[in-house]
């Protein structure tokens, strides 16, 4: 006799370790903003298709370009007077007629320029880096959804959009603890026909909805259809 576990989109067989699952992405991505900034571009033609080192959102970056830029100035600035400062210091130290809090005030103002210039350097950083994530680029991950519109004002933790990689699938299955070890030694046959497919991961903590079950996964190499039921056996 049969036993069937029916959950979501696969079904079980316990006994002729015979499976079912929905062919999926190997990764997908949810894409969020780590800025804030109002959305000035949404390349909504390359959503549903796979990128190209395309450009998918950019997020207005005009006034952190220009305090960029000023900030570099400031940097050279204060880079030029901080070695101003410490030739003083050094050429004070030699001169025995100058006191000590002389010498201490003068060091002060070196320090002083010192801590301006590291604090500069920080802020420019983080502009480079903002402005480095006001535009959003795939390489050649699957555009699945954009889920914002040109004007939207964004903020930390928005939802951009959603990117899948379709180098390769992944099925996923719930295997009964007892029978993990048995699967591990046989044959994978995906719809009928015997593979060379081998278990990717088996998730060795029972899974929160099927309480006497390992998650287990198998990759698929490049395939051509996504979304389908495949039959799983293990013989």
Do not use: C, W
Not at 222 to 228: A, V
């Amino acid at each position: 006799m049969r036993y069937l576990i029916v959950s979501l989109l696969f079904i079980n067989s316990l006994f002729a370790y015979e499976f079912y699952a929905k062919l999926e992405p190997v990764n997908s991505y949810a894409i969020k903003s780590s800025v804030s900034g109002k959305v000035l571009f949404v390349n909504d033609e390359i959503e549903g298709k796979e990128a190209n080192n395309s450009k998918i959102i950019e997020i207005d970056s005009y006034v952190d370009r220009i305090d960029l830029k000023q900030s570099k100035i400031k940097l050279k600035a204060i880079s030029e007077m901080l070695e101003i400062e410490e030739k003083n210091y050094n050429r004070m130290l030699k001169v025995s007629s100058k006191s000590g809090f002389e010498k201490d005030s003068q060091k002060l103002k070196a320090i002083n320029y010192r801590t301006t210039k590291a604090d500069i350097e920080v802020k420019i950083a983080n502009l480079e880096d903002s402005i480095k994530n006001k535009l959003l680029k795939e390489k050649n991950r699957y555009i699945y959804n954009i889920a914002v519109e040109e004007g939207d004002y964004v903020t930390p933790g928005t939802l951009l959009y959603e990117a899948k990689d379709l180098s390769k699938g992944k099925l996923e299955i719930y295997v009964p603890i007892d029978d993990i070890e048995t699967i591990k030694n046989k044959n994978i046959y995906i719809d009928g026909k015997k593979s060379d497919l081998k278990l990717n991961k088996i998730y060795e903590v029972a899974d929160s909805k099927h309480i006497s079950s390992y998650k287990v996964e198998i990759v698929i190499p490049s395939p051509k259809i996504f979304s389908r039921l495949v039959k799983i056996e293990f013989k």
